[in-house]
């Protein structure tokens, strides 16, 4: 067996665990308000499960091409994707004129007519980019629809987006008069 393979897969596990720990269900973790819990803490929870020390989890903070996960202080959060309540303190967005979401076709269909949602998550998920967008998309889907959002005309309506990552942008319900179809 490649042993590089198997590396890789655990580090995508070990992911997935930190990931439903830190948005979803913190299992006795202590979280604070903001999302953060100790990054000795989240060590010891993860060690019940799986062979990780502190450089590993570190290497998947950093090596995160999406930007999910923050250390600071020795202290360890989720930047986004949650279902549980935290304050992320993001900055606010005012620069992008347009942000885009890639979906499935028969989501898209929903989406053009109610609007944006999040669903079981706290905030709707946007990119910067169609080709980021896009991505977004083939994990669903193998044929994305990628949605515009018209975040000029939203925020002129009192809609505020939010910087979670340079791939990810974060909103509330964004209604379907500032949606359209791109590709797809």
Do not use: Q
Not at 99 to 122: D, Q, S, V
Not at 152 to 173: M, N, P, S
Request: net charge positive.
């Amino acid at each position: 067996m490649d042993i590089s393979r198997l590396k890789g897969n655990l580090r995508v596990r070990i992911s997935k665990y930190m990931s439903y720990l830190l948005r979803h269900n913190p299992e006795n973790l202590r979280m604070d308000e903001y999302g953060f819990v100790s990054l000795d803490e989240l060590l010891e929870k993860i060690r019940e499960h799986f062979p990780v020390d502190r450089r590993l989890i570190t290497e998947i903070v950093r090596g995160d091409d999406k930007g999910r996960f923050e250390i600071v202080d020795n202290k360890i959060r989720a930047l986004y994707g949650h279902s549980i309540p935290v304050n992320l303190r993001l900055e606010e967005d005012r620069d992008n004129r347009v942000y885009y979401h890639g979906t499935t076709p028969n989501a898209a269909l929903k989406i053009l007519k109610e609007g944006l949602k999040p669903m079981g998550r706290r905030w709707v998920h946007l990119s910067p980019t169609v080709d980021v967008a896009r991505e977004v998309g083939y994990r669903r889907t193998r044929r994305p629809v990628i949605l515009e959002i018209n975040a000029d005309a939203a925020r002129r309506d009192g809609v505020k987006f939010y910087k979670a990552t340079e791939k990810v942008y974060l909103c509330g319900v964004i209604p379907p008069r500032y949606i359209r179809r791109v590709e797809g």
